[in-house]
């Protein structure tokens, strides 16, 4: 388990701002002031849900190419665990590719929801085929975020139920503006992540080995 460099900041980052946009700023400001903190690895918590007395700050960490996101009393805990017998620590964001790129993973989803920048919400009828795996298609479309024509083509989204609960995230295949000129069968967001990866990869989604 190790700091992020510099490099490996930057993709995760630029990764997670394509869905949180100017959000990010929120994530990554210092528990103890209003500007950023000094570690490019380092984020703070809005607050620590199990106390309301301070807030606690957070962190990257890179463990088996995969970044985990943890307190800081957490990873430094951790530091004293063998690296052979840590299986993993906090929650997992993704993990770097054998090219070096950065991929975000479904347990990602509780840490960009609140900050995303965009939502899309589906219809019940689009909860099933989008927690099978299916990109989201233009019938299955309860409302958007912002109105028709602010979100643009080929930009991150958060998918939620209509009871506004997160069930992905996945990137505009075309603008709002456009969505009105497509069939009802046209897809409208290509899906990243979903929650059914929950049980469809049970056997390899929290594999390190």
């Avoid at 990109?135 to 299955?140: I, L, P």
């Avoid at 609960?165 to 990243?192: D, H, N, W, Y």
Wanted: glycine content about 8%; overall charge positive.
């Amino acid at each position: 388990m190790r700091s992020l460099t510099e490099d490996e900041t930057r993709k995760l980052f630029e990764k997670l701002a394509s869905y949180t946009g100017r959000s990010l700023n929120q994530l990554i400001a210092s528990p103890s002031s209003d500007g950023p903190s000094a570690d490019p690895s380092a984020l703070s918590s809005q607050k620590n849900p199990k106390s309301s007395a301070k807030h606690e700050q957070y962190v990257f960490r890179l463990h088996k190419d995969r970044v985990y996101y943890c307190s800081l009393a957490i990873a430094n805990l951790a530091t004293s665990i063998p690296r052979a017998n840590l299986s993993s620590l906090g929650t997992c964001v993704g993990k770097f590719t054998k090219t070096g790129k950065f991929r975000l993973h479904i347990t990602a989803l509780d840490i960009i929801a609140p900050h995303a920048r965009y939502k899309v919400w589906v219809k019940p009828n689009g909860e099933g085929p989008l927690t099978y795996g299916n990109n989201v298609v233009k019938a299955h479309v309860g409302r958007w975020s912002a109105p028709e024509g602010d979100i643009p083509a080929h930009t991150g989204v958060v998918i939620c139920g209509m009871g506004d609960v997160p069930l992905g995230f996945g990137v505009t295949a075309r603008s709002a503006a456009e969505v009105r000129r497509l069939e009802p069968t046209a897809i409208v967001a290509f899906r990243q992540a979903d929650v059914g990866e929950y049980l469809r990869e049970e056997d390899t989604l929290f594999n390190t080995t």
